[in-house]
T-cell receptor, first 117, second 115 residues
């Protein structure tokens, strides 16, 4: 398996532009998570999906952020309009999670380093 | 609600010395506990996990961790540090059984290994 695949690896954009980050989870995993990592705030969960349904989006900082999971093999995180304070590394992770056997742990992608200038 | 506290944001050891990274958790229900490692410019990788089986858990790269309920701790150890162990380490907790939902991460501990 190729693991969790994120694209792009690096993104530099100007303030006010729309940014779309992409994630392909591991085949067969039914949960997908978007995290943001900064020096100041560490790892923050933005949103997670279970069986393609958003379960908890309380970590999404503002309405400028939106996430979708149209099918089991693809998710996007969109920022519109982007601001310099959105600069961070954004990680996608997936896991196989059931009501009975939770505890498998997450597999993380390599992240997208976003710089908004 | 669950939470984890990692003591020490930066730990420095000499090559060959014992590595001890501390993690204390708070959970109102039996927890699942994890250690992840992050090498520079990479995502997090699972080192080991505790899911209510043996209290001493062995992971990859010679790391192990012991679940101590009385101390609410899950410290990570390695008998002899190697230069390649230099990375950031994250402790995480989620609730036992049921959906994982939100895996709660600690702030991380950056491990430096001196030659």
């Amino acid at each position: 398996d190729a693991g969790v695949i994120q694209s792009p690896r690096h993104e530099v954009t100007e303030m006010g532009q729309e940014v779309t980050l992409r994630c392909k989870p591991i085949s067969g995993h039914n949960s997908l998570f978007w995290y943001r990592q900064t020096m100041m705030r560490g790892l923050e969960l933005l949103i997670y999906f279970n069986n393609n349904v958003p379960i908890d989006d309380s970590g999404m900082p503002e309405d400028r952020f939106s996430a979708k999971m149209p099918n089991a093999s693809f998710s996007t995180l969109k920022i519109q309009p982007s601001e310099p304070r959105d600069s961070a590394v954004y990680f996608c992770a997936s896991s196989f999670d059931t009501e009975i056997t939770g505890g498998y742990g997450y597999t993380f992608g390599s992240g997208t380093r976003l710089t908004v200038v | 609600a669950q939470s984890v506290t990692q003591l020490g944001s930066h730990v420095s050891v000499s090559e060959g010395a014992l590595v001890l990274l501390r993690c204390n958790y708070s959970s109102s229900v039996p927890p699942y506990l994890f250690w992840y490692v992050q090498y520079p410019n990479q995502g997090l990788q699972l080192l080991l996990k505790y899911t209510s089986a043996a209290t001493l858990v062995k992971g990859i790269n010679g790391f192990e961790a012991e679940f101590k309920k009385s101390e609410t701790s899950f410290h990570l150890t390695k008998p002899s540090a190697h230069m390649s162990d230099a990375a950031e380490y994250f402790c995480a907790v989620t609730r036992y059984g049921g959906s994982q939902g939100n895996l709660i991460f600690g702030k991380g501990t950056k491990l430096s290994v001196k030659p």
